[in-house]
């Protein structure tokens, strides 16, 4: 019941956020045009299998996350970069199993509708710390990608599935 008020609590937050705040920043700055631009933006959900060494036993989580193209620091013909930011609950049985964080993110395509994903990035939640992460994508279409990752942070691992939407 604590994990489905969490998930409620986030999506409303994601909903409020992505119709009432992103369009406040995308609003013109001193006549330059937008400070964000609002077609960067996605958003995305994933549940996850995480573990840790020791006698826990592993557990599901889920996650609620954003993310914002940043076209202009693209490394490399054909490789996308981004940044992420978002809540993960990691679906252990104590106090704080979750928290915060937020990554820089390159992605490219490996054979048409496939793709390759790699993460790097900050646990700011009850894993405070850095957390690595890569795995394989594939476009549904334009707007919809599932992701499978497998990320490491300083004590939970997780094996995830993601779904970004982009707006």
Request: glycine share 12%.
């Amino acid at each position: 019941m604590r994990n489905i008020n969490k998930l409620m609590a986030v999506f409303a937050v994601t909903f409020f956020s992505t119709n009432y705040i992103i369009p406040s920043f995308a609003a013109e700055v001193a006549g330059k045009g937008p400070l964000l631009d609002k077609s960067k933006f996605s958003i995305g959900v994933g549940i996850s299998s995480n573990s840790v060494s020791g006698p826990i036993d592993d557990e599901v989580g889920f996650q609620v996350y954003g993310a914002y193209d940043l076209t202009k620091v693209n490394l490399m013909e054909g490789v996308n970069s981004s940044v992420e930011f978002g809540y993960m609950d990691y679906g252990f049985r104590r106090n704080n199993s979750g928290g915060i964080w937020t990554t820089y993110v390159v992605d490219g395509a490996i054979s048409g509708n496939l793709g390759w994903v790699a993460r790097l990035g900050l646990d700011l939640g009850d894993d405070s710390g850095f957390m690595l992460g890569a795995g394989a994508g594939y476009a549904i279409n334009e707007k919809m990608n599932l992701r499978l990752e497998y990320v490491v942070r300083d004590e939970v691992d997780s094996l995830q599935l993601n779904y970004l939407y982009h707006m």
